[in-house]
């Protein structure tokens, strides 16, 4: 944190968005701290294992020296040994308190659990003493996976924010800085000559009792085009029966989808919903499951097929529809986008061939004189 001595000059400078604290060199302890939306004045005064943490007031609303006055007041009361603002004055919460409580309210809580383990060597520590520093390295140390080290950024960011909307106090921004690895599109796709023989594969482990629900469970996954940990996660209770639709619940990085169930996977859903009910479709040994990666590895070596991730199943439904086709607005609606710009980013080596396509169609509707 930048040391400075507050003026009203170097106030009237900083606009909310910057994401950054000041400590000022006049009055101890006395900070400035600068969010998305907000700039605010603070006071922290650290006494043996007791942080004091008080929000004076937010600028300008509270002009600077009415704060530097609340400030000395408030110190005065530190060293009197006074109870200042008891609801402030709090034990300092370690980030793995903050880590399982996120975890706790999310719904593929082994995806995130396996993403913010990338921090556990920083668990114990209290989280005004992690610095973005610390958060940097582990960073960087992932940069080999980019997509990896990028999602780590954002869980973290996203489990200090919620935990610290739950205590109603203001945690530092420990991801301040950090830029996220700009990643190459993967375009591998299920192609056309390997689906029948991985289809055939998972159709014939479905009929086997051990194997029957990882099988079903990629198979899912092939026909609605949705993430894993949303397969995984699937629960009867989120089926919309007579629409046959599957409400997908959103968390904090990923937003909610209605999805529509085609045949080939209303069959699957019908089915595991009579032997489980409202609860999880899929289990392995009684419990939720949690990973299938190994199952469709295995699947593809049986099959020779080389390089196709799990992941890849879900572009490859998108590619598949665009190239029978699908609108973009289809496939973005349908494999849950954010945004029809996300679904052409994703899928822009497709476009062109696809416009190719319409304008040679369009072209020869124009020769034969039809509009």
């Known amino acids: 944190m930048e040391k400075v001595k507050l003026t009203a000059t170097f106030m009237k400078k900083l606009t909310p968005g910057m994401s950054v604290r000041y400590a000022d060199s006049e009055i101890p302890g006395l900070q400035v701290r600068v969010l998305a939306q907000s700039i605010?004045?603070?006071?922290?005064?650290?006494?043996?294992?007791?942080?004091?943490?008080?929000?004076?007031?937010?600028?300008?609303?509270?002009?600077?020296?009415?704060?530097?006055?609340?400030?000395?007041?408030?110190?005065?009361?530190?060293?009197?040994?006074?109870?200042?603002?008891?609801?402030?004055?709090?034990?300092?919460?370690?980030?793995?308190?903050?880590?399982?409580?996120?975890?706790?309210?999310?719904?593929?809580?082994?995806?995130?659990?396996?993403?913010?383990?990338?921090?556990?060597?920083l668990h114990n520590k209290r989280i005004v003493d992690i610095s973005s520093d610390e958060i940097r390295s582990v960073f960087e140390s992932m940069k080999s996976t980019p997509y990896a080290a990028n999602n780590a950024i954002k869980y973290l960011s996203a489990a200090l924010n919620k935990f610290s909307r739950q205590l109603q106090i203001e945690l530092p921004d420990l991801t301040s800085g950090i830029t996220l690895y700009k990643t190459v599109p993967r375009t591998r796709i299920m192609r056309e000559c390997e689906a029948p023989a991985i289809l055939e594969k998972l159709k014939s482990l479905s009929k086997q009792p051990l194997y029957q629900e990882q099988a079903e469970a990629l198979l899912l996954m092939i026909y609605t085009g949705q993430r894993k940990s949303r397969v995984l996660g699937i629960r009867g209770d989120q089926i919309d029966t007579e629409f046959r639709r599957w409400d997908v619940p959103g968390n904090d990085i990923k937003r909610p989808v209605q999805h529509a169930l085609n045949d080939f996977s209303w069959e699957i859903v019908e089915r595991r919903m009579k032997e489980r009910g409202s609860g999880y479709l899929f289990l392995w040994r009684g419990k939720p499951m949690k990973d299938c990666r190994k199952t469709f590895a295995t699947v593809c070596r049986l099959c020779g097929i080389e390089e196709l991730h799990i992941h890849d199943l879900r572009r490859s439904l998108g590619s598949w529809m665009l190239s029978s086709g699908a609108t973009i607005e289809e496939v973005s609606k349908t494999l849950g986008h954010s945004s029809i710009r996300v679904t052409e980013q994703v899928y822009a080596h497709l476009l062109p061939s696809k416009g190719r396509a319409a304008t040679t169609t369009a072209i020869a509707a124009m020769n034969k004189g039809k509009a």
């Open 40 to 121: 605010s004045f603070y006071l922290r005064k650290r006494q043996k294992e007791t942080i004091h943490e008080i929000c004076l007031g937010k600028y300008p609303d509270m002009p600077l020296e009415e704060a530097r006055t609340a400030a000395l007041d408030k110190l005065g009361a530190l060293a009197n040994y006074q109870d200042i603002n008891a609801a402030s004055s709090r034990k300092i919460p370690l980030l793995r308190e903050a880590f399982e409580f996120y975890i706790s309210t999310q719904q593929n809580q082994s995806c995130v659990k396996s993403t913010l383990s990338h921090f556990s060597h």
